[in-house]
């Protein structure tokens, strides 16, 4: 079936300006993780949902940055007022949610703040 | 408690040879360890997982030793191709769904033709 999608793919924005970032997760897949990668780094975990728990935010770097899950399935990151350090690659990833179940990821969206 | 340190950042290998990656962990709650591969451009993929009730796990030429007392785990791949050439992450989880998901800094692995 269809994997994770991220959109865009890339995405050119100016400092000071708002971006939305949108992942769809594999369909029935109840967990949905947001990280966040810099150049030649390693996953900078960022937020968690789980069904309709109330999501782990814990990983967000600043109130700039929020997410949002709609009806169990779609996600979108926010990141207002963007700041030159937010360029990276944002990376989505699902899973079925159960203990130790395998994260799957979308290709991620490249984001470059100038 | 929560990090999952990775070693070499760095590693390359002739083609036919072995390839090593090391993990090492502290918290004893994790119970996932999976190991993932990256391309460039592209997202993590699920190379290789195993649980700490087994010590070996082999899948074609990849293989996941795992040490639960010394907590490490590590990865071998064995009679190494150019095309295995990528940035390796191991990672361990916890947690009744998953939830503390922990990931190595990464491993960029050159195999030379």
């Known amino acids: 079936g269809a994997g994770v999608s991220q959109s865009p793919s890339n995405k050119v924005t100016e400092k000071g300006k708002d971006v939305e970032l949108r992942c769809d997760p594999i369909s029935g897949h109840t967990a949905l993780y947001w990280y966040r990668q810099s150049l030649g780094q390693g996953l900078e975990f960022l937020i968690y949902?789980?069904?309709?728990?109330?999501?782990?935010k814990s990983g967000l770097p600043s109130d700039r940055f929020s997410a949002e899950r709609t009806g169990g399935s779609v996600s979108t990151l926010t990141i207002q007022r963007t700041q030159q350090e937010d360029s990276a690659v944002y990376l989505c990833?699902?899973?079925?949610?159960?203990?130790?179940?395998?994260?799957?990821f979308g290709p991620g969206t490249r984001l470059l703040v100038l | 408690q929560q990090q999952v340190k990775q070693s070499p950042q760095s590693l390359i290998v002739q083609k036919g040879g072995i390839s090593i990656i090391n993990c090492a962990y502290e918290n004893t709650a994790f119970d996932y360890f999976p190991w993932y591969q990256q391309f460039p451009g592209k997202g993590p993929a699920l190379l290789i997982a195993?649980?700490?009730?087994?010590s070996e796990k082999k899948e074609g030429r990849f293989t996941i030793s795992f040490n639960k007392s010394a907590k490490q785990f590590s990865l071998h791949i064995m009679d190494s191709q150019p095309g295995d050439s990528a940035t390796y992450f191991c990672a361990a989880s916890m947690g009744n769904y998953g939830q503390n998901f922990v990931f190595g800094p990464g491993t960029r692995l050159s195999v030379l033709p």
């Open positions: 990833a699902s899973s079925r949610g159960g203990q130790g179940e395998t994260q799957y």
């Open positions: 949902f789980q069904g309709n728990s109330a999501p782990d």
């Open positions: 195993i649980r700490p009730d087994v």
